[in-house]
């Protein structure tokens, strides 16, 4: 019977001696890098009939694509967490019953 798979079964893809998968933003920036670099490719192809030129604007795209949502998602991520962050030490000052004005 098949299974669904858990942690246990979990074999870490490790880049540079870190796992890829707990790597926050990095999963959907190089997804969406894949789709639009493979995307822009065809496309590019499909207008000039050039292969080489066409490999090397697909792979261009990719990188820029990666690149620009890697930013954007890492900086709303790291204000996700800033935010968070300050909840977690009001919620704390509340159960200390300090008061909290600034």
Not at 37 to 49: A, D
Not at 56 to 77: D, E, L, P
Request: some cysteine; charged content about 20%; hydrophobic content about 35%.
């Amino acid at each position: 019977m098949a299974s669904i798979s858990s942690d246990e079964d979990h074999k870490p893809l490790m880049f540079l001696g870190k796992d890829v998968s707990k790597i926050p933003c990095f999963r959907n920036s190089f997804l969406y890098g894949i789709v639009g670099g493979f995307t822009m490719g065809i496309g590019f192809f499909l207008c000039t009939s050039r292969t080489l030129r066409s490999t090397h604007f697909g792979f261009g795209s990719f990188v820029t694509i990666s690149s620009f949502y890697w930013v954007i998602c890492r900086h709303n991520y790291d204000n996700t967490e800033e935010r968070l962050n300050e909840l977690k030490g009001i919620i704390k000052a509340k159960k200390s019953g300090a008061d909290i004005n600034d």
